[in-house]
Each structure stands twice: as C-alpha cells, then as structure tokens.
T-cell receptor
C-alpha cells in the first residue's frame, strides 16, 4: 500500500510551547490530507482536512488558531499545536487518500504528544 | 463528532476460533473500510468495500458491505495471536469522502 510517513513519533514538551508534526506522502502526491486525534482507548476523531495550496477545513469544535495546518506541497502537510497545554496531550495521526476517487485512507504511524 | 456504532466492544477468544464484528450507522455510506491498529501505531487498512452487498476477502479476513448501506461486517477465521489489536470500521460518504470511524473492537487472542 501507499506509504505515509509521520514525524516525530513521540514528543514531550513544556506547557506553553509549540510543537510541529510533519506528515509526508512518500510515493504518491496528496492534494488532501487528514489530521486525526485519538485519546487513550478511544476512536479516531477527525480534526481537519488539509488542502494543498489553500486553507485547511476544520471540524466543529477544533480551534484553527490552536492547531495550525500548512499544506505547502503535494507531499507534505504539517500540524502545529500552538501554546500547548496538558489537555492537548494525545495521539495525533495524519492520513492521505489514495485511489481513483480518493476512497482509501492510508495513515502515518502517529505522534504521541505529551505536554507537561 | 459523529461515530459509528461498532460491536462488540471487546472480545477475548482462544487461538483458532472465528471472530465476527459489525458496524452500524444511521446514515448511508458509499464506502466501508476496515482497519487494524496496534498500540502506538497508526491504523492499517485491511479491506475496502465499495458496493452494497459486496463481499471481499483478504486472507483469513472477510468483510461485507450491508445491503442497506448502513452496516458492515468483518469476520476473521482461525484466529492467531498476531490478530490481537483494535479493529475499526470506517465509513465515507459524499463528495469529500471524509472517513467516520467506529468505536473500535478490541480483540485478544489467547494461544
């Protein structure tokens, strides 16, 4: 299957700092990428849709100024958690669609963010 | 956000047993996908379904797209220890093809 690379896999930061997470499609181009958040023992919740060359679309309840998304190229999307707080600690996973109608989603390996 | 109802929530079985899990929704979906997630990893795509009534296999895994387009089923035959993990269904509809995930089924297999 298609390969989506996510970095870093784990980050620990102090409260108030910003953290950037990168998501790359390694062997295909992705005009759209999706960012999910997953709390322990829970399902994946869609945070936002990243669109290459335009603004991201955020799901209801997700603060766009808190979670900055940049999709500057066809193979890279970044999520920056600004002024992180302990409640932002979570597992963040990116994904990119593949297929004739973008019907299959391939996921990165995830980033475990811990805010102290 | 919206979630799909997935059951059972967890299963504890003996190696060699068959497993069935399902996912239901109040909405119609055009695509159903089944994923497996290991701890600390992203979900891995197992099977994709595109048509109502479709039955698709991937090794010991078989999944079906319900006729009503509001449900899907995953069966695992002759389970082995490496089948352990959390299984998620996901449905997509509309032009955006945004995926909505099920609540997950934790599978534990005892050797």
């Amino acid at each position: 299957g298609a390969v989506v690379s996510q970095h870093p896999s784990r980050v620990i930061c102090k409260s108030g700092t910003s953290v950037k997470i990168e998501c790359r499609s390694l062997d295909f181009q992705a005009t759209t990428m999706f960012w999910y958040r997953q709390f322990p023992k829970q399902s994946l919740m869609l945070m936002a849709t990243s669109n290459e060359g335009s603004k991201a679309t955020y799901e209801q309840g997700v603060e766009k100024d808190k979670f900055l998304i940049n999709h500057a190229s066809l193979t890279l999307s970044t999520l920056t958690v600004t002024s992180a707080h302990p409640e932002d600690s979570s597992f963040y996973i990116c994904s990119a669609p593949v297929g004739s109608t973008n019907e299959k989603l391939f996921f990165g390996s995830g980033t475990q963010l811990s805010v102290l | 956000g919206q979630q799909l109802n997935q059951s059972p929530q967890s299963m504890f079985i003996q190696e060699g047993e068959d497993v069935s899990m399902n996912c239901t929704s109040s909405s119609i979906f055009n695509t159903w996908l089944w994923y497996k997630q290991d701890p600390g990893e992203g979900p891995v795509l197992l099977i994709a379904l595109y048509k109502a009534g479709e039955l698709t296999s991937n090794g010991r895994l078989t999944a079906q797209f319900g006729i009503t387009r509001k449900d899907s089923y995953l069966n695992i035959s002759a389970s082995i220890p490496s089948d352990v993990g959390i299984y998620f269904c996901a449905g997509a509809s509309g032009a955006t093809n945004k995926l909505i995930f099920g609540t997950g089924t934790l599978l534990a297999v005892q050797p």
